[in-house]
């Protein structure tokens, strides 16, 4: 597969991605993921294999893009009224999202079918862009908040480490402390 990113496709592409990404799902749902095939997913899909192979190169990359929209978060972080509570939160839904069965596996299909990064670049954007809002609402409220990587090097990325390579030492407790840690040592002085 070309290196190239690909745009958000509209029109008739958008209507390919869609009828692939739900051929995927439903085949996965029914047969399993290591039954999926490039023309398995094109028939149930109704568009033919050199599509598929055209747009996605093969089975991996096709399953990296699916995931990456399973990644997606549905809706802005809840507000609890405060920097602490709103992160606090967020950390823990991430923490049980991402360390589900499903949730890991769509993080290795994500990362598993990417050659040139973007889908993992993309996985990053959806956790800084909710951080963000989190933080964008401290702001707004008067409270002091640290920048947002320094959320994303101390909150979720020791989450998604122990996530892939050490699964079962995270609870939601050990998400809160990694939110107070960093609430409490790593915050601009003022």
Same mark, same amino acid.
């Given at each position: 597969?070309? $290196?190239?990113?690909? @745009?958000? @496709? %509209?029109?008739?592409?958008?209507?390919?991605?869609?009828?692939?990404?739900?051929?995927?799902?439903?085949?996965?749902?029914?047969?399993?993921? &290591?039954?999926?095939?490039?023309?398995?997913?094109?028939?149930?899909?109704?568009?033919?294999? $050199?599509?598929?192979?055209?747009?996605?190169?093969?089975?991996?990359?096709?399953?990296?893009?699916?995931?990456?929209?399973?990644?997606? @978060?549905?809706?802005?972080?809840?507000?609890? %009224?405060?920097?602490?509570?709103?992160?606090?939160?967020?950390?823990?839904?991430?923490?049980?999202?991402?360390?589900?069965?499903?949730?890991?596996?769509?993080?290795?299909?994500?990362? %598993?079918?990417? @050659?040139?990064?973007?889908? &993992?670049?993309?996985?990053? &954007?959806?956790?800084?862009?909710?951080?963000?809002?989190?933080?964008?609402?401290?702001?707004?409220?008067?409270?002091?908040?640290?920048?947002?990587?320094?959320?994303?090097?101390?909150?979720?990325?020791?989450?998604?480490?122990?996530?892939?390579?050490?699964? %079962?030492?995270?609870?939601?407790?050990?998400?809160?402390?990694?939110?107070? &840690?960093?609430?409490?040592?790593?915050?601009?002085?003022?």
């Amino acid at each position: 597969m070309s $290196s190239q990113p690909r @745009p958000r @496709p %509209g029109g008739r592409s958008a209507r390919v991605q869609r009828s692939v990404h739900e051929a995927v799902r439903e085949l996965e749902a029914e047969r399993g993921r &290591a039954a999926l095939t490039v023309p398995l997913v094109a028939k149930h899909a109704g568009v033919t294999p $050199s599509t598929i192979y055209r747009r996605w190169g093969d089975i991996k990359e096709l399953l990296s893009d699916v995931a990456v929209e399973r990644l997606r @978060p549905e809706a802005p972080p809840a507000d609890a %009224g405060s920097l602490r509570a709103d992160l606090e939160a967020w950390a823990v839904q991430f923490l049980e999202e991402m360390s589900s069965t499903a949730g890991r596996d769509y993080i290795r299909d994500a990362l %598993g079918g990417d @050659p040139d990064g973007s889908n &993992a670049g993309q996985c990053s &954007a959806y956790a800084v862009e909710q951080v963000e809002i989190i933080l964008a609402r401290a702001t707004g409220r008067g409270e002091p908040a640290p920048a947002v990587d320094v959320v994303v090097d101390h909150v979720v990325a020791p989450m998604m480490y122990r996530i892939l390579f050490r699964p %079962g030492l995270l609870d939601a407790d050990s998400a809160r402390a990694l939110v107070d &840690a960093t609430l409490t040592r790593l915050m601009p002085q003022g």
